[in-house]
Structure formats: C-alpha cells, structure tokens
C-alpha cells in the first residue's frame, strides 16, 4: 500500500477531527454532574441494627456514633478493670438515667435500645473523664 500525500491528509483530518470530538464529549458530560457524588458521600448513613461500642484503654469507640432509632448499642468492656455506664442526664448517679450498667467486668457487655431521636451524651461512672455520645436519628 502506498501512502500518497493525499491520503496522509485525510488520516491526518480524521485523527485531528476524532480528536476534537472525544475532548467536547468528556468536557459536555463532565459539566453535568460534578458535585453530586461528593455531598451525599460527606454524610455517613446511620447505623441501623444493632451497633458496639468497645470500651478499651479508658475510652469509648466509637467515642461518637450516629444510629436510627430503634437501633440497640452494645457495650463491650475490654479492659481488665470495671466500667460503668451512665447517661449524662442523671448527673453521678443511675437514678433518672435513660440507662445505666452494672460495674462490667472484662468482657461484659451492656445493651440499650434507642427509640427516640435525640443526642445522648454518655460517660463512665468509676472515670468521669471518659465521654461518648450516642446520636439517633
Ligand atoms: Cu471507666
């Protein structure tokens, strides 16, 4: 086959042209949609179910978390000493508390289900200074 300067013009115009019309579709397509995907990723759904929490080196974590309503935490102790429990609304003492755990030794767990929408700020009884929230939805 023999290349004629004619034809090297045309596979030249096809190249350049084919070209141009690749980079104006991705530009056209790219322009409708940039920020969607970026929005809803930037929002974690809540947890639905059932969720733990493990109680470990003197502290909660998830130290925050975000559930439905309906949704039952477990706490788990991993440490070798006790924990305890205790929503913030009932102050130092269980009495009032929405909940509140027996001391837990290593390995024990407590359970609560959440039924109504609110942020519930929690801390451990025995450490005052150890702090989680629960936040439902
Ligand atoms: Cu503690």
Do not use: R
């Not at 056209?28 to 809540?46: D, E, F, I, K, N």
């Not at 974590?61 to 609304?89: E, F, K, R, Y």
């Amino acid at each position: 086959m023999k290349y004629t300067p004619e034809k090297v013009y045309w596979v030249i115009l096809v190249v350049i042209l084919g070209t141009f019309i690749t980079v104006a579709g991705c530009t056209g397509t790219a322009s409708v949609s940039p920020s969607t995907p970026t929005t809803t990723a930037s929002t974690p759904a809540p947890v639905t179910g059932a969720v733990t929490v493990n109680i470990q080196n003197f502290a909660f974590s998830p130290a925050s978390i975000t559930i439905s309503h309906g949704t039952t935490v477990t706490w788990v102790n991993q440490d070798s000493v006790n924990h305890q429990i205790l929503n913030d609304a009932a102050g130092t003492f269980a009495e009032g508390a929405l909940f509140s755990s027996d001391s837990l030794l290593n390995g024990k767990g407590y359970s609560f289900t959440f039924d109504t929408p609110g942020t519930y700020p929690y801390h451990c009884s025995i450490h005052p200074y150890m702090k989680g929230t629960v936040i439902v939805t």
